[in-house]
């Protein structure tokens, strides 16, 4: 079955350090990919997707990702958090003959000490 | 622009009741869907609606049912609620199902 891997489950971070999350799925299809925010106590809310075209895709927030089709990943990177972007991060997995089913990753909390 | 709107936020059931939890989206999407939520699993697919009339089962449909009552609406219906269905229940909407997905605020559901 389709699946999707986030490495980290909880990261914790000073202000102005840079981030990456891992992402990586197990289905070789076509498939558009997100990365979604949920601050405490809010709903999820869309950072950025990637569906075709230029691998390395910018976001809402100074958020960017780079889909390496041959690794299977979709890496989430910010050059320098802020205590603001203490958050729980997902990615998301929909492929093309899934018949629109979003896979969620199971998240990775972000701490950022100010 | 109220986006995708959850009712109850919050609600307390006893075992072996049941429940409805509304959803309306004002976005004209063609495609809803319902999550839950816990703890270190991520959001986990419970039904989806890829347009008006049409319903599907996602990853963990036992215990649930849904009724795409028109474009703008989606319920889910827990039957005979269950201690394993307290969870953090999110409803969803997209244009279609390929396009990103606008979340409502969720439903916090215990079940006694």
């Known amino acids: 079955a389709q699946s999707v891997s986030q490495h980290n489950h909880h990261v914790i971070l000073s202000e102005a350090a840079s981030l990456e999350l891992g992402c990586n799925y197990s289905y070789g299809g076509t498939v558009n990919l997100f990365w979604y925010v949920q601050y405490p106590g809010q709903h999820l809310q869309l950072l950025l997707k990637y569906f075709s075209g230029d691998p390395l895709v910018k976001g809402i927030k100074g958020f960017e990702a780079e889909f390496i089709k041959s690794k299977f990943s979709f890496n989430l990177r910010k050059p320098s958090v802020q205590w603001s972007d203490t958050a729980e991060y997902f990615c998301a997995v929909n492929a093309g003959n899934q018949g629109g089913k979003l896979i969620f990753g199971q998240g990775t909390e972000l701490s950022v000490k100010p | 622009n109220a986006g995708v709107t959850q009712t109850p936020k919050f609600q307390v059931l006893k075992t072996g009741q049941s429940m409805t939890l509304q959803c309306a989206q004002d976005?004209?999407?063609?495609?809803m869907y319902w999550y839950r939520q816990d703890p270190g699993m991520g959001l986990r697919l419970i039904y989806y609606?890829?347009?008006?009339?049409?319903?599907d089962k996602g990853e963990v449909p036992n215990g649930y049912n849904v009724s795409r009552l028109n474009k703008r609406e989606f319920s889910l219906r827990l039957e005979s609620a269950a201690p394993s269905q307290t969870s953090v229940y999110f409803c969803?909407?997209?244009?279609?199902?390929?396009?990103?997905?606008?979340f409502g605020d969720g439903t916090r559901l215990s079940i006694l």
């Open positions: 976005m004209n999407h063609n495609s």
């Open positions: 609606s890829a347009s008006e009339g049409t319903t």
């Open positions: 969803a909407s997209s244009e279609i199902t390929s396009q990103p997905q606008h």
